[in-house]
């Protein structure tokens, strides 16, 4: 198979878009993709602020490395679990692509914020749900650093297979208010900054090919405590289809932003006020986070 671009010996090919490429013109269609992303939702503009999540996974390095390529002004963020060798390998790998990459990395280790407890720790003494606490957490310390270190955005890796996923599950259980709010690029809002999703119009498999021409090492180590959620099994129903249907899911989903309005302005249930331990919005008075800190005998309830 031929190269679609220069002709040269095709290296991929991308049965969505039938089209076959080497390795240097994927690399051009990959960045062309995510530049697509970035300004079709006005996700963010040069010279704009970006705090990126990453996590160690191949999602967000292959992210970073396509938006230093790209020119934005990126800044790592990654929040140490301490969930073992998983949150162990990921810090090196995060490192080694900062340094490799010299690129600024914020990184918040868990036990420094939470009187030494590790994620583990946390969950057992609070008998949390894993996933939730944790995901509790990163978001807290992501929008704290983003408006305490003046970021003008948030990127987070989600990819093609996520976002099509999560619609499909949001439109079987029809959860309307999900879906208001599905949105590749989230203004700012209540105190909180824009959050967005430069990765949108990418696949899995085109991101593991992006890391692996860049040679992006990422951790393929998955966490312990990702069990297999419903949110697996609606990626597989995808893979499946789309083994049938060529293209559905990028069709499927491109087709819901089209539509998006008509599922309406998300309604907003609560109104937010900051916490008045540390000032975070949040619809009670205390928020998720300082309620942990409590829970844990860290901070003491204002009486
Ligand atoms: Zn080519
Ligand atoms: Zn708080």
Redesign the pocket.
């Known amino acids: 198979m031929r190269?679609?671009?220069?002709?040269?010996k095709?290296e991929v090919y991308l049965p969505h878009h039938n089209l076959a490429?080497?390795r240097?013109?994927f690399k051009k269609y990959f960045l062309k993709r995510v530049k697509k992303a970035i300004d079709d939702f006005k996700m963010f503009e040069k010279g704009d602020k970006i705090l990126l999540a990453v996590s160690g996974g191949k999602d967000s390095l292959s992210l970073w490395h396509a938006l230093l390529k790209l020119g934005y002004d990126v800044t790592g963020l990654f929040i140490a679990l301490g969930i073992g060798e998983f949150s162990e390998r990921a810090r090196k790998i995060v490192k080694e692509f900062s340094d490799k990459n010299k690129t600024n990395l914020i990184t918040v280790k868990l036990e420094n914020e939470f009187g030494g407890n590790t994620l583990p720790q946390i969950v057992e003494k609070t008998r949390g749900i894993p996933c939730k606490v944790c995901g509790k957490i990163k978001r807290y310390y992501f929008d704290r650093i983003a408006v305490k270190e003046n970021f003008d955005v948030i990127a987070t890796g989600h990819n093609l297979d996520d976002e099509s996923a999560f619609l499909l599950g949001n439109i079987l259980n029809w959860n309307i208010e999900y879906l208001a709010k599905q949105l590749p690029a989230l203004p700012e809002e209540d105190g909180f900054k824009k959050k967005v999703k430069p990765l949108i119009y990418l696949t899995e498999r085109e991101i593991a090919i992006y890391a692996f021409f860049n040679e992006i090492n990422y951790n393929e180590l998955s966490c312990p405590f990702s069990k297999k959620a419903k949110s697996h099994f609606y990626k597989e129903s995808l893979h499946q289809m789309e083994l049938s249907y060529k293209g559905l899911r990028i069709k499927f989903f491109k087709g819901f932003l089209r539509n998006q309005k008509i599922f309406g302005k998300a309604e907003k249930k609560y109104s937010l006020s900051p916490c008045k331990i540390c000032g975070y919005p949040t619809s009670s008075e205390i928020c998720g986070v300082c309620k942990i800190k409590i829970n844990l005998g860290l901070i003491e309830e204002e009486k």
């Open positions: 190269c679609a671009i220069c002709k040269k095709a490429l080497c240097e013109d």
